[in-house]
């Protein structure tokens, strides 16, 4: 089965529809639109900040992953106000679907389909849905009338765009390449991977607010990290 329909059977449930067209899902970067890009992006990364900033972060992250939800919940919002916000810090986010991979990618695709300039609201918010993503998950309910309403209500995607965006194969073609992307350049094994002015970052403190912090004042300094 393509991986597009087993996307459908989780996000609808066992009877699938029948094939939307496809709405052409938006395939720019934020980094795009914004203007310059990072040394260490790719044209389909999806960023924040400054496209100039000295120090750039890169996170394989997924939003069925419990310990990228706890990072974005409590390391995340420091190093937007403190960092990314002011201009220092380029922030990359590259999906990496976890199990069930079908769900993560689903909300990865909802996600550009909204565009660069809703991006990261809609995995926000995601992110914030995930314990109900798994209660029904746990009750064998399908998941699309969430994913949906999260679409929605951020980025103004009625359902039927929203369907056909669940089917855009050059979306889920550069989703599949980011994480095969982690694991051949990084040796990402395991979400959520950081990679610091391409240096991955493996000890427990950089997963604190305050550790990451550090490291990056550290590569603002020009110093090792």
Sequence with gaps: MKMTRRILVFVFGAMLLVACQNAGGNGKSASAEGGRRSAYENADDMAQGSGTAKVVLIEYASITCVHCRSFHNDVYPTLKSKFIDTGKLRFVFRESPTPPNEVSTAGFLL?????????????????????????ALRAGKPVGSIYFGIVDRVAGIKEDKAK??????????????????????????????????GKKLESPEYFTAEGMSAAVDKALAGQAF
Excluded at 167 to 185: N, P, S, V
């Design 164 to 197: 056909a965006c669940l089917e855009d194969e050059k979306q889920l073609k550069i989703i599949a390449d980011k994480a095969e992307g982690g694991a051949r350049d990084f040796n990402v094994t395991g979400t959520p991977a950081l990679i610091l002015n």
């Design 111 to 135: 996600a550009r389909c909204a565009g660069p300039g809703k991006y990261f609201e809609v995995i926000e918010a995601m992110f914030d849905n995930q314990g109900t993503v798994f209660d």
